[in-house]
């Protein structure tokens, strides 16, 4: 299995991302927004071959360009700036870990790529949530 590349997943499902969300410190209008919102994710490779992910809410869009092993500075979609860094796992898997600084945790983040499905594996302060994508046809 590999990375699906140029498909866009759409959130279909997602269980206990209210107390991921608490865990990292979101405020709680921001968490309110966030259970209304089903973004839309979509990764792909550059000519040059850097990756991009491509977030978009009906609020915010975000898009982040990286190299696979090679740490960047990032500005998460509740506007907080981190340090990432993302590799690449058993062929398929996405893992991103965002380095907070002051009293924000650290949080990883294992997008596992199948040919119907993303699934989201996120986890802060030993809370974990898991949210399902699906490809936009």
């Known amino acids: 299995m590999s990375l699906i590349l140029d498909t866009k997943f759409k959130l279909e499902s997602s269980d206990n991302f209210d107390e991921y969300c608490k865990a990292l410190g979101v405020i709680s209008v921001m968490r309110s927004m966030a259970k209304v919102m089903f973004p839309v994710v979509e990764l792909t490779k550059k000519q040059d071959g850097k990756y991009v992910l491509t977030c978009n809410t009906m609020i915010r869009n975000t898009s982040i360009e990286f190299n696979l092993g090679e740490e960047f500075d990032e500005e998460t979609l509740d506007a907080h700036k981190v ?24 949080t990883t983040i294992i997008r596992e790529f199948e040919p119907d499905q993303m699934k989201m594996i996120l986890t802060a302060d030993q809370v974990t949530c898991t949210r399902i994508f699906k490809p936009i046809k």
């Open 83 to 106: 340090r990432s860094i993302i590799t690449l796992q058993e062929g398929n898997k996405l893992v991103h870990i965002q380095k907070r600084s002051g009293d924000r945790k650290e």
